[in-house]
């Protein structure tokens, strides 16, 4: 199998799944006093401080959540509830954690929402967001890092100090580019940051929010997390989740660098095999994610195009995997000006440790063999 899926989930590393093992089994409550509990509860507080350390924090900004998704709710409903906001702006090609968050504060809450300009590759127009931020200041900014379909990158620092000079609050999703070891929330202005384990080599249904000040919490009951996250903890996932961002800061380099060569050479394979290609987003190797990109091939159909990937042993997408199974095109190829009927042929291909250029050519030779059938 040739797995080109990372954007939607990446392997479990192995050393990360073996340090896990022994809190699986682990017997106690880390919120009891004895024991056992404070072994987990050390064990706790050990993940925070390396995750914090990483990424130019303290600990105690640092809340474990089940994933990048309930990190995002946690930030906008916490934000609107502990300080009043009535105003939203946000990037349309957000996942659907922040869109579907925010429909529903309109919805409950009534918040203004008001959509921020997009250029056509999917990156926002810093003078509409000023102009939105003169209008409402104080506002609840919402920009991801690095878009999960499009890989196009976001100018987050000069957004972080836009934001900052109006009064409002900027929460970043960094779920897609945690592992790339880019995120210091002590060199830019920064409220708020999602990440998900599972997308730098980590275990699934863990993950973390950063909040430079402590916000009401989304999930009521005991007193887990100091009064932020109540439930009990998910030691397993929280000690993996440390060790698999600690391997991916002191690997950065290296990985994006093998990363970016394989989206150069990608690009080369897929112009010179298929003249009418048309890719979507940022493909520039500065302007991108290096392990994302995003394209369609005029005429053909991306659902069939899919299933034969699949059956050739080949995983791609066509989408992000929380639209997968969706009736509508994406949300993201629209908000840029593709057509529904052309955003429903594209294909999303992503990648990173363990996938080599022999990999590509075999894709690319692959998807050569199905176009040919396809329009024979």
């Given at each position: 199998m040739?797995?080109?899926?990372?954007?939607?989930?990446?392997?479990?590393?192995?050393?990360?799944?073996?340090?896990?093992?022994?809190?699986?089994?682990?017997?106690?409550?880390?919120?009891?006093?004895?024991?056992?509990?404070?072994?987990?509860?050390?064990?706790?507080?050990?993940?925070?401080?390396?995750?914090?350390?990483?990424?130019?924090?303290?600990?105690?900004?640092?809340?474990?959540?089940?994933?990048?998704?309930?990190?995002?709710?946690?930030?906008?409903?916490?934000?609107?509830?502990?300080?009043?906001?009535?105003?939203?702006?946000?990037?349309?090609?957000?996942?659907?954690?922040?869109?579907?968050?925010?429909?529903?504060?309109?919805?409950?809450?009534?918040?203004?929402?008001?959509?921020?300009?997009?250029?056509?590759?999917?990156?926002?127009e810093l003078e509409h967001l000023e102009v939105l931020l003169r209008q409402y200041p104080r506002s609840l900014v919402a920009v991801m890092y690095a878009n999960n379909e499009i890989g196009t990158i976001q100018p987050v620092r000069e957004i972080a100090e836009l934001v900052q000079t109006y009064g409002g609050y900027f929460l970043c999703d960094t779920v897609q580019v945690m592992g790339l070891g880019w995120v210091n929330v002590s060199e830019w202005p920064v409220d708020f940051i999602a990440a998900s384990a599972h997308k730098f080599y980590g275990p699934k249904g863990v993950g973390f929010l950063y909040r430079r000040r402590p916000i009401r919490s989304l999930i009521t009951g005991g007193a887990q997390e100091r009064e932020q996250r109540a439930g009990t903890e998910n030691v397993a996932g929280i000690v993996g989740m440390a060790l698999a961002l600690q391997k991916a800061y002191a690997q950065r380099r290296s990985y994006e660098t093998h990363l970016r060569t394989l989206k150069a050479y990608l690009i080369q394979q897929l112009r010179e095999r298929f003249p009418d290609v048309i890719f979507h987003g940022d493909i520039d190797l500065e302007g991108s994610h290096p392990g994302i990109l995003?394209?369609?091939?005029?005429?053909?159909?991306?659902?069939?195009?899919?299933?034969?990937?699949?059956?050739?042993?080949?995983?791609?997408?066509?989408?992000?995997?929380?639209a997968s199974g969706s009736a509508h095109p994406s949300h993201v190829l629209q908000a840029i000006g593709v057509s529904p009927a052309e955003a429903s042929r594209a294909l999303r291909f992503s990648w990173g440790h363990g996938i080599e250029q022999t990999h590509l050519d075999t894709v690319v030779a692959t998807l050569e063999k199905l176009v040919t059938f396809q329009t024979t």
């Amino acid at each position: 199998m040739i797995y080109l899926d990372y954007a939607a989930s990446t392997p479990l590393d192995p050393e990360v799944a073996e340090r896990m093992i022994p809190y699986l089994s682990a017997v106690g409550n880390p919120s009891s006093i004895h024991a056992a509990g404070r072994y987990l509860r050390a064990a706790i507080e050990e993940a925070r401080s390396t995750i914090a350390g990483l990424i130019g924090a303290d600990p105690g900004q640092i809340v474990f959540t089940s994933g990048g998704t309930e990190a995002d709710n946690h930030a906008l409903r916490g934000a609107v509830e502990t300080w009043g906001i009535r105003h939203i702006l946000y990037n349309p090609t957000e996942h659907h954690a922040v869109l579907h968050t925010i429909e529903s504060l309109v919805q409950s809450r009534g918040i203004q929402a008001h959509p921020i300009a997009v250029d056509a590759v999917g990156r926002v127009e810093l003078e509409h967001l000023e102009v939105l931020l003169r209008q409402y200041p104080r506002s609840l900014v919402a920009v991801m890092y690095a878009n999960n379909e499009i890989g196009t990158i976001q100018p987050v620092r000069e957004i972080a100090e836009l934001v900052q000079t109006y009064g409002g609050y900027f929460l970043c999703d960094t779920v897609q580019v945690m592992g790339l070891g880019w995120v210091n929330v002590s060199e830019w202005p920064v409220d708020f940051i999602a990440a998900s384990a599972h997308k730098f080599y980590g275990p699934k249904g863990v993950g973390f929010l950063y909040r430079r000040r402590p916000i009401r919490s989304l999930i009521t009951g005991g007193a887990q997390e100091r009064e932020q996250r109540a439930g009990t903890e998910n030691v397993a996932g929280i000690v993996g989740m440390a060790l698999a961002l600690q391997k991916a800061y002191a690997q950065r380099r290296s990985y994006e660098t093998h990363l970016r060569t394989l989206k150069a050479y990608l690009i080369q394979q897929l112009r010179e095999r298929f003249p009418d290609v048309i890719f979507h987003g940022d493909i520039d190797l500065e302007g991108s994610h290096p392990g994302i990109l995003n394209f369609r091939l005029p005429g053909l159909t991306h659902d069939l195009l899919l299933v034969q990937l699949d059956i050739e042993g080949i995983c791609a997408s066509g989408t992000s995997a929380c639209a997968s199974g969706s009736a509508h095109p994406s949300h993201v190829l629209q908000a840029i000006g593709v057509s529904p009927a052309e955003a429903s042929r594209a294909l999303r291909f992503s990648w990173g440790h363990g996938i080599e250029q022999t990999h590509l050519d075999t894709v690319v030779a692959t998807l050569e063999k199905l176009v040919t059938f396809q329009t024979t």
